[in-house]
């Protein structure tokens, strides 16, 4: 079974044809997805999205948060909603932790203060009620390492992960795994794919963030974004590049995710049979 750490299925992209995505995922053996909330105005639906489509796919979860993208057009009272939302979700075992959160400073329109305030203030949030983060890491590395060294957070996946080796050592140190996809089946991406080759295997997880990144194929078939369906192809690629088996390779991603969320890993031991290691 796969599973993919990061997949944005709410998103526009699949709204006409939702029941397609997820049942092709199932197809595909896809048994567990992270679906991330960007906005504050998303929280409900992706804790709907969640719970209409897990009788479908057994180890579907969320997370809540204000994605660094989505900050332009936050307001400050969009924290206490998160902390509202997330008080109400501390009952629905589909509930896995905070994301994505983080800052982005790739993108030049954005408020770096804007963004630097709704991380900081989710952190918070991470640390008060002891819940692991989705962190997006686009050229913010060191900053990010910086905020969560002042604070006591139970880890989490930094997502997309395009860092030194210094920097991962970092955040593996922080109790965090790393998020790896299909930015990796691009030859042209060596560090990305030396990171794959050389760290920990108990450090990796598998991601789509789908309909974004989609891998290098896709390109040449006129597919217009990714989705979850495609985890399984993208992974043996990953498994390729790491140079181990494909089942040793799904085996691991998967104890590590349950090892990082483990509220994922209580709803996944008492819905599906996959061999859960702790």
Not at 102 to 107: A, K, N, P, R, T
Not at 150 to 166: D, E, L, V
Request: glycine fraction near 6%.
């Amino acid at each position: 079974m796969w599973i993919d750490t990061h997949c944005h299925v709410d998103a526009p992209e699949f709204a006409a044809h939702l029941p397609v995505v997820i049942n092709a995922a199932l197809q595909n053996n896809v048994q567990a997805i992270l679906l991330p909330a960007v906005r504050a105005a998303d929280c409900q639906q992706v804790r709907a999205m969640a719970n209409q489509y897990g009788s479908l796919i057994p180890g579907l979860v969320y997370t809540l948060g204000i994605h660094p993208l989505y900050t332009n057009q936050a307001q400050k009272s969009d924290v206490k909603v998160i902390e509202q939302q997330l008080n109400q979700s501390l009952s629905d075992p589909r509930f896995v932790g905070i994301g994505e959160i983080g800052l982005d400073y790739f993108v030049e329109d954005l408020d770096l203060r804007q963004q630097d305030y709704f991380f900081n203030a989710q952190l918070d949030l991470a640390e008060q009620f002891q819940l692991p983060v989705i962190l997006h890491v686009r050229r913010s590395q060191d900053a990010i390492l910086k905020a969560l060294r002042s604070r006591k957070i139970p880890g989490g996946i930094a997502h997309a992960f395009n860092g030194s080796m210094q920097q991962a050592e970092q955040f593996i140190g922080l109790g965090f795994k790393l998020g790896f996809g299909g930015a990796a089946t691009y030859g042209r991406a060596l560090q990305i794919r030396r990171l794959l080759k050389e760290l920990p295997l108990d450090s990796i997880v598998t991601e789509t963030d789908a309909p974004d990144i989609p891998p290098a194929w896709l390109r040449g078939e006129g597919i217009a974004f990714n989705e979850p369906a495609f985890l399984p192809r993208i992974t043996k690629e990953l498994a390729v590049i790491r140079g181990i088996d494909e089942a040793e390779f799904a085996s691991a991603v998967w104890r590590n995710a349950m090892q990082v969320l483990p509220r994922w890993s209580a709803l996944c031991t008492s819905s599906l049979t996959f061999p859960i290691i702790s």
